[in-house]
Structure formats: C-alpha cells, structure tokens
C-alpha cells in the first residue's frame, strides 16, 4: 500500500530549544512571565531578520548617509538609558515613503523616510524611537512569538504577504523561507497594552535623555488628527501595527506633566532647527519619489513615454537616487529598448547596488537576452539580500533545464510557498520533478473490497496539480496480479475509484497488497 509521507516542517529560527518552558522576569515592567525565548534567541534573530526585513519594506535608504547617522546617533542616545543598554542597537532608515516605525528583537529598529517628513523636530523622532526601543527592550515582539509558539501558528510558517504599500513596485513577490519571519513580526499589530507600555516608557527614555516629554503628546495628537482624517499612508503605515487613540493621547499627557515642570539644566531639548536642517535633502527626495510614483502610474496606463519624463524629472531633482533609474529601465523595457533598459538597470544598480529587486530587474532583462548565466548571477545576488518566490521559481526553471534536478527541487520547494501564479508555476514543476521517484507524497492509494469480494482502488490526489496517464500495478498474495489505469486526469484534491479484475478479496488480504505506480505524469 502507497501511504503519503509526512512531512516535517522545520521551524525558522526556532529551533526546538524554545519549546524549553520557563518563567522569567520582563526587564522594564519587573513582571514575572512565561519566556519561551531566551535574550541569546532574541539578539540572534534580530540580526538574522535585520536586512531581509529592510528589503522587503524597500531596502536602506542610500540616498543621505549623513541623516542615518543621525538618526542613529538619537537612537543610541535613547537606548543607553534604556532598560537594556547591552543590547547591540542598530538604527537604520528604510526607503520607503509610507510613515511607519518598526522593531525586531534583539534591538534592531527601522524608520520609514516617509514618517520621517511628518516629523517636526529632534524630540518627536525620540519620542517614536524611544517607542520602539521599548518594543525591543519589553519583549513585545519576543511575546508575540511566545504566543505564536504556544497557539502553533503564524511565527512558524514558511511564508508570509507583504502589504502591497510595503513591497517594490516593479516586483509582485513574497519573501519565502526564514527572512519571512522578519515581515511576521513587523506586521503584526501591537495590542492596547503594548502600546501604552511602550509610550510610558519611551517617554521616560525621552526624559532621561534631555528631550521635551511634550514631544510625545503633540506626536500622538498629530496621529490621531491624521487617523481620524483617513489619512491613506498612515492607515496602511503606521496605524495598521501602532494604532493611536485618544487613551494614548490622554496617558502620555498625564505622564509628561509629571516630567516637565522639572526640566534639565539648560531646560528641554527639542532641536527643531537641528532636526529640519537634517532632513533638508531628505524633502527634496520626497519630491523625486513622487514622480517616480508617477512614472509607475504612467507604465500602467501603459505610456512608457510618461513615464520616462517622470523618471527624468525626479533624477534631476535627487541624482543620487537609484529609484528613478529603475523605472527607466522598466519603461525602456515596455518599449521594446532593451539596450536602454539595461544600461538604466545598471545605473540603478550602481547608485544603489544592495536592493533586491534591482537584480531580479537585471535578470529579467538578461534572459530576455538568453544570458541565462547572468541571469542567474543575479538572482542568487538577489536572494543572498532577499528570496523571493519569484527569484527562486526562476531559479529552479534554470536548474531544470540544466538537468540539475536536486537543485530544482530545492528552489521549487521554496517558491512553491507563493499563493498566487507564481506558486502554482513552482508546484506543477516540483511535482513533475518529484512525482517519479516520490509517488507517495502526492498520491493516496486505498485498497477497498466490494461486496462481492473485487478489489477497487481508491486513488486520491494530494497534491495541488492535475495527475494523469498513471498505472497502477497491483499484486495480491494467493490471487494474483494486475493493472489498473486513470482514464482521465485528476484534478488536485479529488479522487477516483479504480475497480480492478482481482477477487475474490478479503479485507484483510487487500491491506496487504503490494502496489507500484508507474507512467505517472503533470498536466490536464
């Protein structure tokens, strides 16, 4: 009898270790709690999801190294007075315009450029960052893994959908495999508690580091406006993990009474000017940005000449930026320019040669060509930042015609993850790789008697693609044996009775039959 082989998913990251029950104490709040992971997990995984997390929300903003060092400097100002300052803090701004803040365990905090232009001075920024370092330094994202360990879902899966505001314009794809667990986390709502924990202590952070706790309060209040506005960025951003409320609005209030009518030598510190001085480059990006977006619109509508203008228009505003050359590339491309196209990939590439969906660009482009080798060079670059479904379907395909099917299988397995087309391409091929030698992990076969004594085959598809032209070669002991065939195709998740010449049969005697498959093949 064929019996489906188990399949054993191994967790990302977590190893069984987390399994290891045990109570601690949380490091801000002094409440005793379950700890499923422990401060050693935490660091790790935060440095493991650090990059892949930043690629998927649109990759390190390259454009003005000089404003992420600044950000960074006010971070770690805020993480040494914090309730962990041993942890390795890293502060990093993510090019990307929706407004939104996010943090990994372990330390590792993101801010969005596009919250950034909503700011107005140095003391709001602490106040958002001295939120998410309490994020980090609370546990709040190391919980919420605790609880997906304890309910079995969400942190172990093997994918997970980005927003559509958050992944690369020119790439409909999901990250697959354990930088998936990065993007879990970042989209996952934080719960009334959370967020009043972490205003409560992000404003005492703010206070011992000399800056305004009023900051806070007008922040919330600015949010609040915009959410009761529906402000579209910040409702897909911001609002979608870090709700705002009044509650918020009224705590923070209440808290930052208490701090402000003792002010530091020299009083509070809210560096407007210093703050506005920083992001002055950073708004004339925002106005590149927003003809790339155009030119993005434009290929939709398909006029790739609209689009072009666009791209100009924003190079010349921000030549340091990578993105309207990529948009050059893919409107030269809708034109049929690929000598253009590749020669703006390029230019995207040196302007900014650590973002993922550049190289799948590139690539794309390449096999256009034929160059299947540099193709494939880039898409492994591609990966080593961010894998992608895509990526890796693509990668399989060339494996497959190179006659490498192990590595096919493994690159197919991966993107095979995917919901949408993309997945249903990786599967049908990893089944038409797999199916010969591993019949069994897509197939259910069940021998059944009649009662009559004839032995029926139930067949049951398993798998997710159309099966046909299958043979079924069956012997029983003390009766003999024989051949069964599917006469149309088998659609995936469906079943089919093939009744056999065999019999009489007794149950027993069919539970012992031996069954080979052969001829088994993909497609309608």
Not at 50 to 62: A, C, H, I, M, N
Not at 132 to 140: F, K, L, S, V
Not at 393 to 420: E, P, S
Request: some cysteine; charged content about 20%.
């Amino acid at each position: 009898m064929i019996g489906i082989t188990k399949k054993i998913v191994a967790p990302l990251l977590l190893g069984a270790s987390l399994l290891v029950s045990g109570c601690g104490t949380n490091p801000v709040t002094g409440k005793q709690e379950l700890q499923l992971v422990s401060e050693d997990q935490e660091i790790s995984i935060g440095k493991q999801q650090y990059l892949p997390t930043q690629q998927g929300s649109g990759g390190k903003f390259k454009a003005d190294p000089e404003l992420t060092a600044y950000i960074n400097q006010v971070g770690q100002k805020l993480a040494k007075v914090s309730h962990r300052p041993n942890l390795p803090f890293e502060f990093t701004i993510v090019d990307n315009d929706v407004p939104n803040a996010w943090a990994l365990p372990g330390g590792k905090v993101a801010i969005n450029w596009g919250l950034l232009t909503e700011l107005h001075d140095e003391a709001e920024l602490a106040a958002v960052l001295g939120h998410e370092i309490t994020h980090a330094t609370a546990r709040h994202g190391a919980q919420g893994m605790e609880r997906g360990i304890l309910a079995n879902v969400g942190m172990l899966a093997l994918q997970v959908g980005l927003a559509a505001s958050d992944i690369d314009q020119t790439t409909a794809s999901v990250a697959v495999g354990s930088a998936a667990l990065g993007a879990t986390l970042v989209t996952r709502k934080y719960g009334r508690d959370a967020e009043l924990e972490a205003d409560h202590y992000g404003i005492s952070y703010m206070v011992k580091a000399g800056y305004d706790p009023m900051a806070a309060v007008r922040l919330q209040e600015t949010f609040v406006r915009l959410m009761n506005g529906k402000n579209p960025s910040f409702l897909e951003g911001l609002f979608a993990t870090h709700p705002p409320s009044q509650e918020r609005v009224d705590e923070n209030r209440k808290l930052a009474q208490q701090y402000v009518n003792n002010p530091p030598k020299g009083g509070w510190y809210t560096g407007k000017k210093t703050y506005q001085q920083h992001i002055a480059k950073l708004l004339k990006v925002q106005e590149a940005e927003k003809d790339v977006k155009k030119g993005y619109d434009a290929l939709k509508d398909n006029s790739p000449i609209d689009a072009l203008a666009y791209a100009d228009r924003a190079a010349r505003k921000m030549p340091s930026l990578a993105a309207p050359y990529a948009l050059k590339a893919a409107a030269y491309n809708r034109q049929g320019k690929s000598s253009q196209a590749m020669s703006a990939i390029n230019t995207a590439i040196s302007k900014n040669d650590r973002f993922y969906s550049y190289y799948e660009q590139r690539a794309a482009l390449k096999l256009a060509k034929g160059d299947k080798s540099g193709a494939r060079m880039d898409l492994s670059r591609s990966t080593a930042l961010l894998p992608t479904s895509y990526a890796h379907n693509i990668l399989g395909q060339l494996a497959m015609q190179d006659g490498d099917d192990r590595t096919a299988i493994r690159h197919f397995q991966l993107a095979a993850n995917d919901k949408g087309k993309i997945g249903q391409s990786a599967q049908a091929n990893l089944v038409k790789l797999d199916l010969p030698q591993n019949p069994g992990r897509y197939l259910q076969v069940s021998p059944l008697v009649t009662n009559q004594g004839q032995l029926v085959l139930r067949v049951q598809n398993r798998s997710a693609v159309t099966l046909r032209d299958a043979t079924f070669v069956i012997r029983v002991a003390g009766v003999g044996q024989t051949a069964a065939s599917l006469k149309k195709p088998l659609s995936g998740g469906r079943y089919t009775d093939l009744y056999t010449s065999l019999g009489p049969v007794t149950p027993l005697m069919a539970q012992g039959a031996q069954i080979q498959v052969r001829n088994i093949r993909v497609g309608n």
